[in-house]
């Protein structure tokens, strides 16, 4: 994913030998002025974008009764985790722990699938000739635009017929087979940049294309792997439709939807410990952000990926 | 791609003989279709079935317990009788004509004041980015509610400049406001893309317009607009598209209702009440089929009209 660095952009116009006209002293305080300006705009609007989470989690450790009403400094003396405690415990009987282990079986899961398959798929658009390719290739593009809401209800007919609802069956299935047309594009879009005289060596030496696919392309890929995975990861941490399409059993739900049931069960009464649970659901992927920022940040800007 | 071998350019250059070549092409498509199999698999099960199946369902009445039943153009003609039906398609109208746009200026706004050479770049970009990691997620919606709700800090930070609004979670005429500004607040994606798409614009283009003395207006009009418009084309449609599907923080933000007065009920939240609370899965189907066929038709139209607008310059990436 460096393929974004730009040799344009020339140094600002080279006039070392000018100092009689153009007291330096008078233009590197007004550059320094400019600069100041600039980080002060830029400071204020990032106070403002990120006030909802700093208060967020100020509140999660706030009492109940400092949330809203006269009390909204983000300051209390009266912090504490007791609102964590709360939100640990869970709902209806079922520990947060267990909602947290089954959004990551089921991020895991998802992350395992959309790498295997998009990766397969992608290696047969970008580096195979074979007839019906560019027809595939378009229909491929045009499921990216596709709202899969036309999808959901046949699709949910055919689970309950089998008898897959409440089961993770098919918040699965679709990620084992490449379904996230996204990530096959950005793979696609990566492995067409790596040289082809990879694979003409390789099959002058008599490889066919698994070895190529396994020993040669999915090495070289790895920044693209990063990126699907990471990407995959927050999607389906964060999804609540599929879920709320699926699952009818507590204990199978991950945290968008005990976090609906909590809402649902608690209404205002305990306000502080719905937001630390909705802090605890956001801990994964605020973690993840500051781990990956580069990745996730380069991965938006060259592929288009969406939050 | 082409298919007779005898016709191949580079067959008379290549010192492979004809039998060999035609003995790989046809491992090449056997393998081609091996490895597209998962995707291939998934396409046919998982969206061109299933389209061709609600399709045929728009036509029926089905509520999953009984046999579909075949009454033809019904639920499209009742959708337009649909009071409900009418209520969720302005909703959704007034998001994607307020929101996109706005998210899109500020996106634009933000990226061009953070390309310069200073420093700290990285950490502005990355802290206006987070939103869009997370802006989508039920705890943001949770979180926005509570900001949102009476005598929440929003409320009151108006209230201290004497702006009384009457709420906002409660109060029909302003949960919309409420909706976009939370769209709104995610701009970072659409930003780090015109960020990109800013760094590919040449300088000297700029330091000529500075000598034929131009000012930032006329910059932005002739140089930063023209050149940029690829991408601008790019955020407008992936955003639009988008913002035609958002549910989960509809759904949180009103508890599943689409109020106070149906005034969230947005077109994605109705299809779902419709589909599997009613189990009027025909009727829902109708509605997913218009859903589509009004996408397609507003991405035919951004593809016409940006001929006018979108300059792509010869050179490629």
């Keep these: 994913m460096t393929t974004m660095a730009t040799p344009t952009q020339p140094a600002p116009t080279k006039n070392p030998t000018a100092p009689a006209y153009n007291p330096k002293s008078e233009s590197t305080t007004a550059k320094r002025v400019k600069s100041t300006i600039f980080h002060i705009v830029a400071l204020a609007l990032v106070a403002m974008v990120l006030y909802p989470a700093i208060w967020m989690i100020s509140a999660s450790f706030k009492p109940n009764s400092e949330i809203g009403g006269a009390n909204?400094?983000?300051?209390?003396?009266?912090?504490?985790?007791?609102?964590?405690?709360?939100?640990?415990?869970?709902?209806?009987?079922?520990?947060?722990?267990?909602?947290?282990?089954?959004?990551?079986?089921?991020?895991?899961?998802?992350?395992?699938?959309?790498?295997?398959?998009?990766?397969?798929?992608?290696?047969?658009?970008?580096?195979?000739?074979?007839?019906?390719?560019?027809?595939?290739?378009?229909?491929?593009?045009?499921?990216?635009?596709?709202p899969f809401h036309v999808v959901i209800i046949p699709q949910y007919i055919v689970f309950q017929q089998l008898g897959l609802v409440d089961t993770y069956v098919p918040l699965l299935i679709g990620k084992f087979l490449a379904a996230d047309a996204f990530f096959v594009f950005l793979m696609v879009q990566f492995m067409r940049g790596l040289p082809a005289e990879l694979d003409e060596a390789a099959r002058i030496d008599g490889a066919g294309h698994v070895r190529i696919f396994g020993s040669i392309m999915l090495p070289l890929m790895k920044p693209a792997l990063i990126s699907t995975s990471i990407f995959s990861f927050i999607w389906s941490w964060n999804d609540f439709l599929g879920p709320l399409l699926y699952l009818n059993t507590p204990e199978k739900y991950p945290l968008p939807l005990a976090l609906r049931l909590f809402v649902d069960q608690t209404q205002s009464s305990d306000y502080g410990a719905m937001i630390a649970m909705s802090v605890l659901a956001l801990l994964p992927v605020l973690v993840f952000f500051l781990v990956f920022q580069r990745y996730i940040v380069e991965g938006v800007s060259t592929q288009g990926l969406k939050g | 791609m082409t298919q007779s071998p005898t016709l191949s350019r580079r067959s008379s250059s290549s010192a492979s003989p004809q039998p060999r070549k035609s003995r790989r092409r046809g491992a090449d498509a056997r393998a081609g279709y091996t490895f597209l199999l998962p995707w291939l698999l998934g396409f046919i099960a998982l969206t061109v079935g299933p389209m061709i199946s609600s399709l045929y369902l728009s036509?029926?009445?089905?509520?999953?317990?009984?046999?579909?039943?075949?009454?033809?153009?019904?639920?499209?003609?009742?959708?337009?009788?649909?009071?409900?039906?009418?209520?969720?398609?302005?909703?959704?109208?007034?998001?994607?004509?307020?929101?996109?746009?706005?998210?899109?200026?500020?996106?634009?706004?933000?990226?061009m004041l953070l390309n310069s050479k200073r420093k700290g770049q990285g950490f502005y970009r990355s802290a206006f980015y987070a939103p869009s990691l997370i802006g989508a997620s039920v705890s943001i919606a949770i979180v926005w509610k509570a900001m949102f709700g009476d005598s929440g800090p929003v409320d009151q930070g108006l209230s201290f400049f004497g702006i009384n609004l009457g709420g906002w979670v409660g109060n029909p005429n302003m949960t919309m406001g409420m909706m976009i500004l939370l769209t709104v607040w995610q701009f970072g994606a659409p930003m780090v893309i015109f960020l990109a798409g800013l760094k590919q614009i040449p300088a000297d283009l700029y330091e000529a317009a500075s000598m034929d003395g131009a000012g930032p207006v006329r910059k932005f009009m002739n140089i930063t607009w023209p050149m940029l418009s690829p991408v601008i084309f790019f955020n407008l449609l992936m955003e639009t598209?988008?913002?035609?599907?958002?549910?989960?923080?509809?759904?949180?933000?009103?508890?599943?209702?689409?109020?106070?007065?149906?005034?969230?009920?947005?077109?994605?939240?109705?299809?779902?009440?419709?589909?599997?609370?009613?189990?009027?899965?025909?009727?829902?189907?109708?509605?997913?089929?218009?859903?589509?066929?009004?996408?397609?038709?507003?991405?035919?139209?951004?593809?016409?009209?940006?001929?006018?607008?979108?300059?792509?310059?010869?050179?490629?990436?």
């Design chain 2, 241 to 317: 598209i988008h913002a035609f599907q958002i549910f989960a923080s509809a759904y949180i933000i009103s508890n599943g209702e689409g109020g106070p007065a149906g005034s969230t009920l947005f077109y994605t939240l109705y299809l779902y009440l419709r589909g599997f609370s009613d189990f009027r899965m025909g009727y829902a189907s109708a509605m997913a089929w218009l859903l589509v066929i009004v996408v397609g038709v507003i991405t035919l139209i951004f593809f016409k009209t940006s001929k006018s607008w979108v300059h792509y310059s010869g050179d490629s990436k």
């Design chain 1, 72 to 146: 909204n400094a983000l300051w209390s003396n009266n912090f504490s985790f007791d609102n964590f405690i709360t939100a640990m415990e869970g709902i209806g009987g079922v520990s947060t722990l267990t909602f947290f282990t089954n959004s990551l079986i089921l991020a895991v899961g998802a992350v395992v699938g959309t790498v295997l398959s998009a990766s397969i798929s992608a290696y047969a658009f970008a580096r195979i000739n074979f007839p019906g390719r560019g027809l595939f290739f378009g229909m491929m593009i045009a499921t990216l635009l596709l």
């Design chain 2, 59 to 111: 036509f029926t009445n089905y509520n999953l317990f009984e046999a579909p039943k075949w009454i033809g153009l019904d639920n499209y003609v009742t959708l337009f009788q649909d009071e409900r039906f009418l209520q969720s398609v302005g909703v959704t109208m007034q998001y994607v004509i307020f929101g996109t746009p706005l998210k899109l200026a500020a996106a634009l706004a933000i990226a």
